[in-house]
């Protein structure tokens, strides 16, 4: 064997072990939001925000992420989509993680494109709603008394009526968010799996949306960001991180978990982490 062949080998062994770790790396990303409609008795109240969950275990029972859930002390968490994964279905693993995030903080789900795949899903959201998950799709709902000033908006996926109807997901979306009802006085978060739709959510002024479905782009390049993502195509704009626009800002979680495409490149599964402050 040559000396460029062992050190191609070499090279190829390193890189796969790379990105084999960076598909089991949990990494968190923190973002502080500053709202005038944020009052100083709620200053720090944090969400972890868990999306594309796609039966992926870190851990055995998933004790890497609970933990790393618990760290970061959570007044709420919020789930945005794509807790199963249509291809190999695991309501059991799903609802286990569920069970343990409900024992650490109230625990709020919108379903993803995946769920609306499944004939399971009707079981997976009775079984959801019986150990205390606030299932959100097409429901607005406000936490306990001490955060009076916040309300949660969630929208189901429109995969789900898209698959009985012509109209297009943006048109169905529409309508979903017109059934809502408006509180202007309240700092308003939307929870949808969706991350193309921010022009549209920003119409109806929510102040913050959590967002998931583009894991990231799956292979990001440095300068460049994520490759291709579902509904956005090549060199996607809305795939990672916050982005504003008029009023409304949105956090594009990258995802825990893989699907179609089962390895991640240069883009580690993240679990996002949101502090809320008054504006100064």
Known sequence: MGKKTVIGSALMIGLGMWVLRENKHLKVTHHEIRNKKIPSS???????????????????????LVDKIKENKPDLIAVTGDLIDSRTTDLDVALLLMKEMRKIAPVYYVSGNHESRVPEYEVLENRLREIGI??????????????????????????????????????IMEKQLNSLPQYDHKYAILLSHRPELLDLYAEYSFDLVLSGHAHGGQVRLPLFGGILAPNQGFFPMLTSGMHKMNNTAMIVSRGIGNSAFPLRVNNPPELIVIKLFPEQ
């Not at 709620?42 to 890497?64: C, M, P, R």
């Open 42 to 64: 709620i200053s720090g109240y944090t969400i972890v925000h868990v999306s594309d969950y796609h039966n992926t275990l870190f851990g055995e029972n998933n004790k890497v």
């Open 134 to 171: 606030e299932v959100l799709n097409n429901r607005m709902t406000i936490p306990d008394k001490e955060v009076g000033p916040i309300c949660i908006y969630g929208v189901q996926d429109p995969s789900f009526d898209r698959r009985k109807s012509e109209e297009s997901e943006r048109t």
